[in-house]
Each structure stands twice: as C-alpha cells, then as structure tokens.
C-alpha cells in the first residue's frame, strides 16, 4: 500500500478516492430503482458484478421497467458499451501481459478507469492509476448497488427522493463532454429528435434504438456539408 501511495500521490488518490464517493452514491440509486420497479433483490446485485457497466444498467432496468423488450434493453446496452472498443486502444499497455490481467482489466475498462489511466505520462503510474480506480469502483460500485438494493425494498417510490433522476444524469454527463464538437452535438439532436417523434408510437425502448439514426449525421464530412451547401 505504501509503494502504491508513493507511485500515485496523495492527490491522486484523493481525487479517485472521491469519484468511488460519487459512484457509490449513483449504485446507490441504482439498487433502489431497480428494486423499486419490481425486479428482485439478486437482479441489480448480478449485473453490477457481471456487467459492470452503469450507464448500460440502468439503461437495460429503464427500458424494460417501462414495458420494453429485454432484448431491445440488451442490445441498446450493448450500443452503449461501443465506446469501450477503442478504449481497449488506448490503454491496452496497462493490462499487462496474460489472459486473466487482460480479462480482468477488460471488466475494469470503465470511462473512469480510462481517464484516470490516459491522464497519466508515467506508464508506471497509468498501470497503477487504471488498477487503483477500476478495483475500488468495482467494490464501492457494487456495495452501493447491494445497500440501495434493500433499500428499494422498503422505498415505494425513488421519486420522492429523487433517486429516479439518478438514470438520466449518468447518461447527461456521459453525453456532455462530447458535445463541444459540432458534429457530436448535432448527431446528439437529431438523436433525440428521432426518439422524441417515435416515442408515442412505439414500444419501450425501440425508439431509443431509432435514435442512433442520428449517427449518420456525424458521418458526413466537411466536404459532403459544402456539396450540400
């Protein structure tokens, strides 16, 4: 513990330390709504261990509380989880050598793993920040999510406490940093426009996967946008 103290600082750990606080407290919510919304206590517990992927849990408990297909739930998940490919890209060197690091670093790969990891120059410290933040979410994730998950046995309703904005927000503020370029932030409106005209008339979480139709706007290219002009 001490050689880990002295390779990431005090000031590291610290600001990790509190991104566990903040996502302890997401978990939190998220146990309570799934509970909540009628699925059983071992549900949320299994998939924090299993998926460990926040924002694809409570996308998958959304839609399928709300009436949607699982299967839909599953594969608007999996969408969401696209972003880990080139993740793996870019922090393959903190792994290590050997299928069970790579398999268990894979599992860690979250977009707080990540950033923490790509902040670092020293590749010492990336390993050790990457390693660090992805073994203490994962402890502190599934904690929240085993305490909020009791917790929604005895809470009727998460509105009251606003636990239920806990889902939109961890999808806002996976969304936001990407929209200060113009492509991304159109891509985003288009999206929603497409969700929000398909929403009352279709099922539960078929319009959340009509609004990838909104990529396509991304993939136009400069060029094309000045034909087009």
Request: aromatic share 8%; glycine share 10%; with cysteine.
């Amino acid at each position: 513990m001490r050689s880990l103290r002295r390779t990431l600082g005090p000031e590291l750990m610290r600001d990790i330390a509190l991104v566990c606080l903040a996502d302890g407290v997401v978990g939190l919510s998220y146990g309570a709504i799934a509970v909540s919304s009628g699925f059983d206590v071992w549900v949320p517990m299994l998939m924090s261990v299993v998926v460990f992927a926040g924002a694809a849990q409570f996308l998958f408990i959304g839609l399928v509380a709300s009436g949607g297909n699982p299967f839909a739930a599953v594969a608007a998940g999996l969408l969401v989880n696209v972003r880990h490919v080139p993740f793996g890209f870019a922090v393959g060197d903190v792994l290590g050598k050997g299928w069970a690091r790579k398999l268990a670093g894979s599992h860690l790969m979250i977009d707080e793993t990540v950033a923490f990891a790509l902040a670092q120059r020293d590749p010492a410290r990336r390993r050790a920040a990457y390693w660090f933040c992805g073994i203490s979410l994962f402890v502190v994730w599934n904690a929240g999510v085993l305490a909020g998950a009791f917790a929604g046995t005895v809470i009727t309703d998460t509105a009251l406490f606003g636990l239920d904005a806990a889902f939109p927000a961890v999808l806002l503020a996976l969304v936001l940093p990407s929209l200060k370029d113009p492509r991304a932030r159109n891509a985003a409106l288009a999206g929603a426009a497409v969700a929000l005209l398909a929403s009352p008339f279709l099922p539960a979480g078929l319009p959340v996967l009509l609004s990838l139709a909104g990529v396509l706007v991304a993939l136009r290219t400069p060029e094309e946008k000045k034909v087009a002009a």
